[in-house]
């Protein structure tokens, strides 16, 4: 199947600082991309869809400006988590659909990325 | 609104066992359904989907799932639990759009013992 990768698997960073989340597909290209946001024994929690080549579209109760968004090429969508706080601490997943899949919703998961932040 | 149950948040059953996760959907239009497995710190990998056709779907490591529209429930089985099946396991529903996510339920964690 379609593989999706994430850059860093962890991060620790220093309250105040920026994180950046790389998220590629490695063998497709992705006109669109998710990115959600698990918490602890949570279920995964949608925070914003990435298209390639326009702004991304955020789910209600996430900050845009907080946590940016870049799709710039077909492979290739970021996260920066901008002047990170401990409540930023999390798990980040991104997804990417390979629309040559065929029929149906067939989305393929990173392998998160685990941010904590002191 | 689009919105998935699973009214079972740990399940423990003995090795050997069968197993039965539980997986109801709401969903207005024809649903697409899922079932990934989480192991603790990775990602999610895609046991099984559900599309349209065969109401039994087989998926990989020995899981499948029935689709039951009038019951709106998407419940996954395997007839006999190994110690590695231990993780989290999250039903969700997508739909036709290329710009639909899924929508995830909140998960069921099942513990095998032996």
């Known amino acids: 199947g379609a593989v999706v990768s994430q850059h860093p698997s962890w991060v620790i960073c220093k309250s105040g600082t920026s994180v950046k989340i790389e998220c590629r597909s490695l063998?497709?290209?992705?006109?669109?991309m998710f990115w959600y946001r698990q918490f602890p024994k949570q279920s995964l929690m949608l925070m914003a869809t990435s298209n390639e080549g326009s702004k991304a579209t955020y789910e209600q109760g996430v900050e845009k400006d907080k946590f940016l968004i870049n799709h710039a090429s077909l492979t290739l969508s970021t996260l920066t988590v901008t002047s990170a706080h401990p409540e930023d601490s999390s798990f980040y997943i991104c997804?990417?659909?390979?629309?040559?899949?065929?029929?149906?919703?067939?989305?393929?998961f990173g392998p998160g990325t685990r941010l904590l932040v002191l | 609104a689009q919105s998935v149950t699973q009214p079972d948040i740990h399940i423990t059953v003995s090795e050997g066992a069968s197993l039965e996760l539980r997986c109801n959907y709401s969903?207005?239009?024809?649903?697409?359904l899922f079932w990934y497995v989480q192991s603790p710190g990775q990602g999610l990998q895609l046991l099984l989907k559900?599309?349209?056709?065969?109401?039994l779907v087989q998926g990989i490591k020995g899981f499948e799932a029935e689709f039951k529209r009038s019951q709106s429930s998407f419940n996954l089985r395997k007839p006999s639990v190994h110690w590695s099946d231990a993780a989290e396991y999250f039903c969700?529903?997508?739909?036709?759009?290329?710009?639909?996510?899924?929508?995830f339920g909140k998960g069921t964690r099942l513990s095998v013992i032996a």
């Open positions: 969700a529903v997508g739909g036709l759009s290329g710009n639909t996510p899924l929508v």
């Open positions: 063998d497709f290209q992705a006109t669109t």
């Open positions: 969903y207005g239009a024809t649903p697409y």
């Open positions: 997804s990417a659909r390979d629309p040559g899949a065929g029929v149906g919703e067939t989305q393929y």
């Open positions: 559900y599309f349209s056709g065969d109401t």
